[in-house]
């Protein structure tokens, strides 16, 4: 069982009941989007998690950890839609098997120190910390540019969401991680701390004392002091279909197509595109993969990807030799129409169904699993959505609640790396 309490208008706390072997505390901020500083705060994210004030280098701060019996300390920075999200975590064995009984008072307290106690030398984020972070971040950008068929999915949704900040990449870019130093990553970490909303997740054997810490931390250091307001409003979808082709010497043509509603959805409609997505091409036995791969050859790899990011939609991803790409697209394109005129048989609603619900019914074995079920239920939908409330959803899906949604989508694009040899 799992409950939320508003304790301020931008700050939920929420926990779940403990029947588990670890626990786990997650403090979410969500901060606006913006273009000039987002890379900033990808790499505030790998600052925050090398030191703090009273641990001061990764190696004390991880033998600190391991005092704790082996905990985890984790600290990442993400978009989501039009929400940069810097997400704290720290897992860990509860005290109820230890000898030290506050176990997972004192992780939760090291959580707290990372958020709002870290590392500074006169007022700034050491520079040589921030060098060695660079590296890294610098090292995953790259390798988000280097992966060809992300790339190409970013491209498509770049041109999809046009100027809407929806569209910028997850982490930032490249060329903007030199220009930041220390000074200005503290800057930009004061007014994330004050700029942006909070939630917070806990499982664990001890709750009222990890509650009282956390809500101190967050009350007492003015985070969240200006709340955030986040535009929810649908995206407008383009007047007419638009293709972006660029050459990127790979061996194979690779795209990404995106049908999407314009509309924003609500839980049901939610329900029914994941059944959809799955019958399409979510699952081994899609009907991209069957058809237009397996039956017909026409391509390496085809996959469905949902979206709800500014309303509900599908993306395909697919690869496949030069000389084939024309038919590959098409017989895609004739795929989705004939699911969104004649819905699914009975087998395939309910192989997706079954597949979907044993997936729902997994999450509660780990804790883990209950955390991560609810950020993303939140982060998706704005609010929680039990997994017995998304079985009963996912349950209730019929053939023409699946015509309908799929029916009301439009195709939008697509966009295409190759090689121009």
């Not at 004192?106 to 972070?133: Q, W």
């Not at 190409?152 to 929806?166: A, G, I, K, P, Y």
């Not at 005129?341 to 979907?356: D, H, Y």
């Amino acid at each position: 069982m799992l409950y939320t309490e508003k304790i301020r208008e931008n700050f939920t706390f929420s926990w779940a009941d403990h029947d588990y072997k670890r626990e786990r505390l997650v403090v979410e901020l969500h901060c606006p989007v913006e273009k000039e500083s987002m890379t900033g705060i990808s790499l505030l994210a790998y600052v925050l998690s090398s030191a703090t004030e009273k641990y001061r280098d990764i190696v004390s701060l991880s033998r600190y950890l391991d005092t704790l019996y082996g905990a985890s300390l984790y600290v990442s920075a993400s978009r989501a839609g039009n929400r940069m999200i810097i997400h704290f975590d720290v897992d860990n064995v509860p005290g109820l098997y230890l000898t030290e009984k506050d176990n997972g008072y004192k992780a939760a307290g090291l959580l707290c120190d990372v958020i709002t106690d870290p590392y500074l030398t006169d007022g700034s984020f050491p520079e040589e910390t921030v060098e060695v972070e660079k590296e890294k971040l610098r090292e995953e950008i790259s390798f988000l540019i280097n992966n060809k068929e992300a790339y190409c999915t970013r491209m498509l949704l770049r041109e999809f969401f046009r100027d809407n900040v929806r569209g910028l990449p997850d982490l930032g870019f490249i060329e903007d991680i030199d220009t930041i130093d220390g000074r200005y990553l503290y800057s930009l970490y004061r007014r994330c701390l004050s700029e942006c909303n909070i939630n917070a997740f806990y499982c664990g054997s001890d709750l009222e004392r990890v509650k009282t810490l956390v809500c101190s931390a967050i009350l007492d250091n003015g985070i969240g002091a200006h709340p955030v307001q986040f535009d929810n409003s649908p995206v407008t979808l383009p007047e007419h279909p638009f293709s972006r082709t660029e050459s990127a010497g790979t061996e194979q043509d690779i795209f990404s197509m995106i049908y999407h509603s314009g509309r924003r959805s609500d839980s049901r409609e939610l329900a029914v595109l994941k059944v959809a997505n799955s019958i399409l091409g979510g699952m081994p036995t899609s009907r991209l993969f069957m058809n237009v791969r397996e039956k017909k050859g026409l391509c390496y790899t085809c996959v469905s990807n949902r979206m709800t990011s500014g309303g509900s939609g599908i993306i395909i991803e697919s690869s496949t030799s030069p000389d084939k790409f024309a038919g590959n697209r098409d017989s895609i394109m004739e795929e989705f129409d004939a699911l969104a005129a004649s819905g699914p048989t009975e087998e395939e609603l309910r192989q997706a169904k079954l597949g979907i619900v044993n997936s729902l019914k997994g999450i509660t074995d780990t804790v883990a699993g209950v955390s991560s079920h609810y950020f993303s239920s939140m982060n998706g939908t704005g609010r929680y959505i039990s997994p017995e409330e998304e079985i009963a959803l996912i349950e209730d899906v019929t053939s023409s609640d699946i015509t309908s949604l799929l029916s009301g989508m439009r195709y939008c694009g697509i966009c295409r790396l190759h090689d121009d040899e």
